[in-house]
């Protein structure tokens, strides 16, 4: 069974806005912490947006911050990453993720995710 589907991703100009959603199964998303991770190619995974607390701990990478919003629905089982004012710099895949839950500094790293969606592209020209 698959545990988290992506969608949302595609291309955009620079300055423009994309939103990324993962439907994640009931037991996935009420047991665990969801982040988004991205992967450029040549580059390490990195976090980020991630909930690091069931409470809705944010971490945001330094990067993104001001122009990311990660949320989530819990009637839909679904979370989202709103991406305003891209930039060439943002293409990357990009994964959600399910792990435990171990505060939001160390729910950027990927290491603690056992759940990995197949990842949707996100591309930016300039």
């Known amino acids: 069974q698959v545990q988290l589907v992506e969608s949302g991703g595609g291309s955009v100009q620079a300055g423009g806005s994309l939103r990324l959603s993962c439907a994640a199964t009931a037991q996935i998303y009420s047991n665990y912490c969801m982040g988004w991770f991205r992967q450029a190619p040549g580059k390490e995974r990195e976090g980020v947006a991630v909930?690091?607390?069931?409470?809705?701990?944010?971490y945001y990478a330094d990067s993104v911050r001001g122009r990311f919003t990660i949320s989530q629905d819990n009637a839909k089982n679904t979370l989202y990453l709103q991406m305003n004012s891209l930039q060439p710099e943002d293409t990357a895949m990009y994964y959600c993720?399910?792990?435990?839950?171990?505060?939001?500094?160390?729910?950027?790293?990927?290491?603690?995710?056992?759940?990995w969606g197949q990842g949707t592209q996100v591309t930016v020209s300039s």
């Open positions: 993720a399910a792990g435990r839950c171990v505060g939001p500094w160390g729910n950027r790293l990927p290491k603690n995710y056992n759940y």
């Open positions: 909930f690091g607390t069931r409470g809705g701990s944010t």
